[in-house]
């Protein structure tokens, strides 16, 4: 056994930790005889372990890849989920990729079999097989907890509202959520927003694009509000392309705040920018005016809960041991969005440690 000590939660709360083989099983014990291994985290911040829902993590991709573990614990992201890089010819392949990886993975099934091995995947609409869709969630229930459909020009092609339409119905049948890809049009923003109910989720909710949230007065579009207030959610989903702290900024101005902070994160855009991991990306929240509590929430709690992870996302007896230590102090950080557009954070959030089943490691 083994407690984390002298920890506070972002609300200043002292917090201690017990952790046994891989599991939470005492908060605030009252007695550390029992502890085998004691750990001081010396007044840093600790929460549920960081998740990210926008990912692109299969390492045999040509366009969009990277390995779970260099965008998962090594950034003090315990959790990944895979957006919709695999379809079902290659979920088993990527199901037992993830099997070596010290970071939980899962995945959100691609509509197209053949995942995102071209950009318009969806504009064949004889890549989309449900039979072979079924059978990879019977075969792996538990990897296999969602859907991804990506609804900009480039990727339908010709097929305008079609794929929506037809991943809404997948949805119904297997009754997971479904995250949907925003970008440029066909089709309208406002075609595909009609079609979503609560608990669908937009990501890409805050890029710069002309088909994005904004209208031409450069307010938030109503039929924004309307998805937002029956409960539709919203995503980062920061990407090379997808995220503008002008929109960002506008939004937070209306009192129109995202639901979940992803990075939507692959070789690339972490290497070279500007999204490098889930931590900056979560610095790039705080410059905008969002509370370092909301900011934890959003990559703990709220995630867990609108994937259905019910182990993950909280500090409570019973759950994962997955947990991250970070410290928010100054930090001179310039922060780049998708459009070149840099803005300066004096205090941000730092990565300490993380617990990942169990395990404790130093970043």
């Known amino acids: 056994m083994r407690l984390y000590k002298n920890g506070k939660l972002v609300n200043g709360e002292a917090i201690s930790i017990g952790v046994e083989n891989g599991l939470i099983i005492a908060i605030n014990p009252t007695n550390e005889s029992g502890y085998s291994s004691i750990i001081d985290l010396d ?10 829902m926008h990912t692109h993590c299969y390492e045999r991709m040509d366009l969009y890849y990277d390995d779970p573990d260099e965008i998962g614990y090594k950034t003090g992201v315990t959790t990944v989920i895979d957006a919709g890089t695999t379809g079902a010819l290659d979920i088993g392949t990527f199901y037992a990729d993830t099997r070596l990886k010290k970071t939980r993975v899962y995945a959100m099934i691609n509509i197209a079999k053949q995942g995102i091995k071209t950009q318009n995947e969806l504009a064949d ?12 969630i019977m075969k792996y229930p538990d990897f296999v907890i969602g859907f991804k459909v990506r609804m900009s020009a480039s990727v339908i092609g010709d097929n305008g509202i079609v794929p929506l339409e ?6 119904t049948q297997f009754q997971k959520p479904l995250m949907v890809h925003i970008g440029s049009n066909p089709p309208l923003l406002v075609d595909i927003l009609t079609r979503l109910e ?3 989720i937009v990501t890409h909710i805050f890029n710069g694009k002309e088909n994005g949230i904004l209208n031409h007065l450069g307010k938030v579009r109503q039929e924004v509000w309307d998805a937002h207030n029956r409960g539709v959610i919203f995503d980062i989903g920061h990407g090379r392309e997808s995220f503008s702290f002008d929109v960002a900024v506008q939004a937070f101005k209306e009192c129109l705040l995202c639901d979940t902070i992803s990075s ?12 490098y991991s889930l931590a900056h990306t979560m610095n790039k929240l705080l410059s905008v005016g969002y509370s370092l509590e909301r900011v934890i929430e959003m990559v703990t709690v709220r995630p867990a809960e609108i994937m259905s992870l019910p182990k993950l996302g909280t500090l409570a007896v019973g759950n994962y041991a997955d ?8 930090i001179h950080q310039s922060l780049v969005d998708s459009h070149d557009v840099t803005r300066t954070l004096e ?4 990565v300490e440690a993380v617990v990942i089943k169990g395990e404790y490691i130093e970043l």
């Open 264 to 275: 939507d994160i692959y070789h690339h855009n972490r290497v070279e920018g500007p999204v």
């Open 347 to 350: 205090r941000g959030i730092q």
């Open 198 to 200: 609560t608990g669908d």
């Open 323 to 330: 947990l991250t230590i970070f410290k928010e102090q100054a």
């Open 166 to 171: 037809i991943a809404k119905s997948i949805q």
């Open 125 to 136: 609409l004889n890549n989309i097989d449900i039979q072979m869709i079924d059978q990879a």
């Open 43 to 52: 007044g840093n911040y600790i929460s549920a372990g960081w998740i990210d």
